[in-house]
């Protein structure tokens, strides 16, 4: 993926940067831990994203704490300018580079032009809400689904009760009074997980749903797994999907970047992926789409998060949201997707052609 301005550094380098070597730090600036947004050497070692070794290692290990002290605490003030965020996958560059431009749009329409600031890649959905509330980022797109367990830390509704509107209800009313965040309109799509397989085993196997693949695999064995780093340890991700349908598996599932998931599908290393229902390699490479028919999964309805200070200070940002609502189907969505994974396109140049054919 290319930004804008300047010769990016490869993705799958920039992913491994921001996901798997910070991953660590982005769990302990969650909400739940007591560091509050400190960096916590202690926890570090004490879950394992940190080990001590032989003689002088902590000397190591106590230099590293106090570097990445010293760097959180020195973070730059806020930005004057307008600061969208996005995670580390392409969706959501797609997404935070729809918004940027669209903000970008608005003002120069209403004669005050000015950038706005990208800062994508960020490890995962806790240091996006991170930024957020501290003032990093102005605005970014979320999934409500995800908003409302890995972020507000509520309980799956009973199914049955799980419907869009009520989980965006919950996660609109939740962020305004904690956080003084808007939840804008949804973009007019739902990108929930997808629990994937090749085509060729679906149709030998005869299985459309998940409830089919528990009871029969390719190998025998059970089936071979890859998930990303969040899905394994998310409320809504492995465990409970492993107790809705009983699902076994072949061994430990297989942890790697996301960008990664559909390769090893391909290649016959996994039988399994727990990806994006979004992914352009889906549609691409004919993997099939399992159907969540115990209806595990809540509603993942793409919405911008805004700070609503951000919003006062920049009126352009409520415009912009409110021109993309409803603007964006799941199909254009995996298009786009397709379009900078697939054919390697600029997302600057994707996301425009996007705006241009629906007239914005």
């Given at each position: 993926m290319r930004r804008i301005g300047g010769t990016p550094p490869s993705p799958l380098i920039l992913r491994k940067v921001f996901e798997r070597e910070t991953l660590g730090l982005d769990l302990l600036f969650a909400p739940e831990y007591p560091s509050k947004g400190r960096f916590d050497w202690r926890a570090?070692?004490?879950?394992?994203?940190?080990?001590?070794?032989?003689?002088?290692?902590?000397?190591?290990?106590?230099g590293l704490a106090l570097l990445l002290g010293g760097l959180v605490g020195c973070a730059p003030p806020r930005s004057s300018r307008v600061v969208i965020g996005a995670k580390n996958f392409t969706e959501q560059v797609v997404l935070g580079e729809l918004l940027a431009q669209e903000i970008e749009a608005v003002a120069q329409e209403a004669g005050r032009p000015e950038r706005v600031e990208r800062?994508?890649?960020?490890?995962?959905?806790?240091?996006?809400?991170?930024?957020?509330?501290?003032?990093?980022?102005d605005g970014y797109v979320e999934y409500t689904g995800t908003a409302l367990t890995?972020?507000?830390?509520?309980?799956?509704?009973?199914?049955?009760?799980?419907?869009a509107a009520s989980v965006r209800g919950t996660v609109s009313r939740l962020y305004q009074e904690r956080y003084g965040v808007t939840v804008?309109?949804?973009?007019?799509?739902?990108?929930?997980?997808?629990?994937?397989?090749?085509?060729?085993?679906?149709?030998?196997?005869?299985?459309?749903?998940?409830?089919?693949?528990?009871?029969?695999v390719p190998g025998g064995?059970?089936?071979?797994?890859?998930?990303?780093?969040?899905?394994?340890?998310?409320?809504?991700?492995?465990?409970?999907?492993?107790?809705?349908y009983g699902l076994k598996f072949a061994g430990a599932p297989r942890t790697m970047d996301l960008?990664?998931?559909?390769?090893?599908?391909?290649?016959?290393?996994v039988d399994m992926v727990a990806g994006n229902s979004t992914d352009g390699p889906i549609r691409a490479l004919g993997f099939v789409v399992l159907e969540d028919d115990r209806h595990y999964f809540p509603p993942y309805e793409a919405v911008p998060l805004v700070r609503a200070d951000s919003i006062r200070a920049h009126p352009e940002i409520q415009v912009a949201m409110d021109r993309l609502a409803g603007k964006v189907s799941a199909e254009e969505v995996r298009g786009m997707n397709d379009a900078v994974d697939?054919?390697?396109?600029?997302v600057g140049d994707v996301v425009r052609a996007f705006r241009k054919g629906k007239g914005l």
């Amino acid at each position: 993926m290319r930004r804008i301005g300047g010769t990016p550094p490869s993705p799958l380098i920039l992913r491994k940067v921001f996901e798997r070597e910070t991953l660590g730090l982005d769990l302990l600036f969650a909400p739940e831990y007591p560091s509050k947004g400190r960096f916590d050497w202690r926890a570090c070692l004490g879950r394992g994203f940190v080990k001590r070794g032989g003689q002088g290692s902590g000397v190591l290990v106590v230099g590293l704490a106090l570097l990445l002290g010293g760097l959180v605490g020195c973070a730059p003030p806020r930005s004057s300018r307008v600061v969208i965020g996005a995670k580390n996958f392409t969706e959501q560059v797609v997404l935070g580079e729809l918004l940027a431009q669209e903000i970008e749009a608005v003002a120069q329409e209403a004669g005050r032009p000015e950038r706005v600031e990208r800062r994508f890649y960020l490890a995962g959905s806790y240091l996006c809400q991170q930024a957020l509330v501290n003032g990093r980022i102005d605005g970014y797109v979320e999934y409500t689904g995800t908003a409302l367990t890995a972020i507000l830390k509520q309980p799956l509704p009973p199914v049955g009760q799980r419907d869009a509107a009520s989980v965006r209800g919950t996660v609109s009313r939740l962020y305004q009074e904690r956080y003084g965040v808007t939840v804008g309109a949804p973009l007019g799509f739902e990108d929930t997980f997808a629990m994937v397989v090749r085509g060729a085993d679906a149709r030998r196997l005869g299985i459309k749903t998940i409830s089919d693949a528990v009871k029969t695999v390719p190998g025998g064995d059970g089936w071979r797994l890859g998930v990303g780093y969040e899905f394994q340890s998310r409320p809504d991700g492995l465990a409970g999907l492993e107790a809705a349908y009983g699902l076994k598996f072949a061994g430990a599932p297989r942890t790697m970047d996301l960008g990664l998931l559909y390769r090893a599908l391909g290649s016959g290393q996994v039988d399994m992926v727990a990806g994006n229902s979004t992914d352009g390699p889906i549609r691409a490479l004919g993997f099939v789409v399992l159907e969540d028919d115990r209806h595990y999964f809540p509603p993942y309805e793409a919405v911008p998060l805004v700070r609503a200070d951000s919003i006062r200070a920049h009126p352009e940002i409520q415009v912009a949201m409110d021109r993309l609502a409803g603007k964006v189907s799941a199909e254009e969505v995996r298009g786009m997707n397709d379009a900078v994974d697939g054919q390697h396109k600029d997302v600057g140049d994707v996301v425009r052609a996007f705006r241009k054919g629906k007239g914005l």
